[in-house]
């Protein structure tokens, strides 16, 4: 780390003490930008690093509703517009009791540079409440949904800003936004990604993280002449990431032997597919938010409670539940057990001990900006349809897909090498998607 981001570095932590996600994830990319930053005093000279990491608008506000018991209930929600050098802050909304502004700007950085990747007109912004859907009532998500949106839509368009879906917010809740903002601004727009197929929304969606996260790891194990047919993979959570990855995973011949809840873990020798995959909707949707559910159900699996997947000898690691669930120890164990590859499906899935101890390694390690962009990217090409007021069949998404996560690795790689360090998928991630973001904003001013 030069002295420049050095300083940049010291200042965020003076000034956002507090905010441990945001300051990580700082870290972890300002870290990977020396090479650029040496080479290119331009950066410097229009104080670049002072002003990426510096959200453009934040928006905090309360969010009264009413529950079924008729009692009023308030959250807080937020939205981070983060960075719209290169098109419309594009991020998604979380509804999570840790939500909190450190969550939402470390995500709402992380993605100005994971959309930067996809070749996409879009920039990053990140939202959400401290609000648990669990365990609520359809009517009270809605009524809260609704609340939320009456702030939120004044600060948001097609053109300005368009959220998606996140942890907590799915296609239900994407649907009662989508509702109240079609009602108060009195337009129908794609103002929201992740919509139901029935208004605007596009194939493919909610699994394409999942895919994505796939198709990432199968080029990365063609630069050593592999693949994934045959590799034993160990995925964690069971949502829509680690859902859409398994899929794909069993597409591409291999065979997923683990998944993850906050209970624990599960491993199944004979694999997770056909109606096992299906059966993983069910536990999402039941609300009990337990991995003990699939032990319970299929016989022969093994259940860990309190256990995280990276205890299983693996070929593959997807980590798709959630920030920091990887560790040093876990990276160590995953290593000596025979692990190729990382990638991660969730933001920010590894500790910066872990991440470092990857790089150092030489591990095929993939940071989520480049390797979960697949979501963002089928967001992306959902604007597009909707722009043109058309929708394209599942084939032809899903092999736009394939392609960008494909150019995705390829942009990777590249700036990785030029930059002296080959192989390095966190450099190569973070200076590729540094670089258009940078240069847009130089061109456009000092705004």
Known sequence: MNAYISSVMNDLKTRCAWEKEFLQAAEEVLDSLTPIIDREPKYKANKILERIVEPERVVMFRVPWIDDKGEFQINRGYRVQYNSAIG???????????????????????????????????????GGADFNPNGKSNNEVMRFCQSFMTELFRHIGPDTDVPAGDIGVGGREVAYMFGQYKRLANEFTGVLTGKGLNFGGSLIRPEATGFGVVYFAEEMLKTRGDSLKGKKVAVSGFGNVAWGAAIKANDLGAK????????????????????????MLEMRSSGRDKVQDYADKFKGVEFHAGKRPWIFPVDVALPCAIQNELNGDDAQLLLKNGCQCVVEGSNMSSTLDAVRYFVEKKTLYAPGKASNAGGVATSGLEMSQNSMRLGWTREEVDARLHQIMVNIHNSCVKAAKEYGDEGNYVMGANIAGFKKVADAMIDQGLV
């Open 88 to 126: 419309p802050y594009k991020g998604g909304i979380r509804f999570h009791p840790n939500v909190t502004l450190s969550t939402l700007k470390f995500l709402g950085f992380e993605q100005i540079f994971k959309n930067s990747l996809t070749g996409l007109p879009m920039g990053g912004g990140k």
């Open 256 to 279: 997923v032997v683990a998944i993850s809840g906050p209970d624990g873990s599960v491993f199944d020798k004979d694999g997770v597919s056909g109606e096992k995959i299906e059966f």
